[in-house]
């Protein structure tokens, strides 16, 4: 049995853009992977915000623009090549401060030729952010500026929150949006496995995916019994962000990874995961004997 091994336990992964590559890694590490694809990256039908953008960015009136993924970059990007190109884009973006949420929208911003400002730090949540941004208020200050934020699927309040109570004013820019899957079963068949417990370790990589693993289970009749299967599985949450979602719920964090990327995830779970079963197992026998 390799050091860093699931040891045969069936652990479920909800990714969907590296859905093969993650169930590789789990397969390497020792377990048996089942892969149900949670979320589909939707355009938004409207591209209103990110034109607004680009006539207040062009005109000026945009102090700072927030990258949070490299998705949403690139997605800018395709958004508003018909009005301005990519040199044009990238020349304004060179004339503002410019924050990148981590290593995907800095690698993003980087390809387009932007001068980064400041890069958040791990594990790049909105704290990170915010902090980041008090650190250096002297150099690259918020209040009375208008700052720009490249959302992610959702809008994220505590961002917003944060920066107006420095004084800034916020424009939000959403490109893309989350979505179910259109092919639901997989996802509707990984419910059925998590409460038939035929799932023994659960990773999470975003908020997102565990809210649509529970809307499908809310569709089925079946989130009270999802809910009360998964105290018995080992769940794995890929940082800060999504441990918050989880507990939210009302479920366990038995691991958070020490980097928020998908490796760290599936390696810190394998090494972990055989004594957290074991433990819960153990726990349930007692509570039966009572």
């Not at 892969?35 to 938004?44: D, G, I, Q, T, Y």
């Not at 005109?59 to 044009?88: H, P, W, Y």
């Amino acid at each position: 049995m390799r050091e860093h091994s699931f040891g045969g336990l069936r652990v479920l992964a909800l990714e969907s853009r590296r859905a093969d590559e993650i169930g590789k890694l789990i397969a390497n590490c020792g377990g048996e992977p089942i892969v149900a694809p949670s979320v589909k990256e939707v355009p938004l039908d409207s591209n209103g915000e990110a034109m607004e953008f680009i006539r207040r960015l062009t005109a000026g009136q945009v102090d700072m623009v927030i990258f949070m993924t490299g998705v949403g970059v690139r997605g800018l990007v395709s958004a508003v090549e018909n009005i301005c190109s990519r040199e044009t884009l990238a020349r304004h973006l060179n004339e503002v401060v410019v924050v990148a949420r981590g290593p995907k929208p800095t690698a993003a911003l980087r390809d387009l030729g932007v001068r980064i400002s400041l890069t958040v730090p791990e594990p790049n949540t909105w704290r990170e952010l915010l902090s980041i941004l008090e650190q250096n208020k002297d150099k690259f200050p918020v209040a009375g500026r208008c700052v720009a934020i490249q959302e992610y699927g959702m809008a994220n309040p505590e961002l917003s929150a944060g920066l107006e109570e420095r004084g800034a004013t916020i424009f939000p820019v959403r490109v893309y949006q989350w979505a179910l899957p259109d092919d639901l079963r997989p996802l509707q068949n990984a419910v059925e496995s998590i409460i038939a417990g035929d799932v023994h370790v659960l990773l999470v990589a975003s908020s997102v995916q565990i809210r649509h693993l529970f809307e499908v289970a809310e569709k089925l009749g079946r989130a009270e019994a999802l809910h009360k299967s998964l105290a018995q599985v080992v769940i794995a949450s890929v940082g800060p962000l999504t441990s918050e979602e989880l507990r939210s719920r009302g479920l366990n964090v038995d691991i958070e990874c020490t980097r928020p990327k998908m490796g760290f995830l599936v390696q810190e779970a394998a090494a972990m995961s055989t004594s957290i079963r074991r433990q819960q197992l153990a726990g349930s026998r007692l509570e039966d004997r009572r």
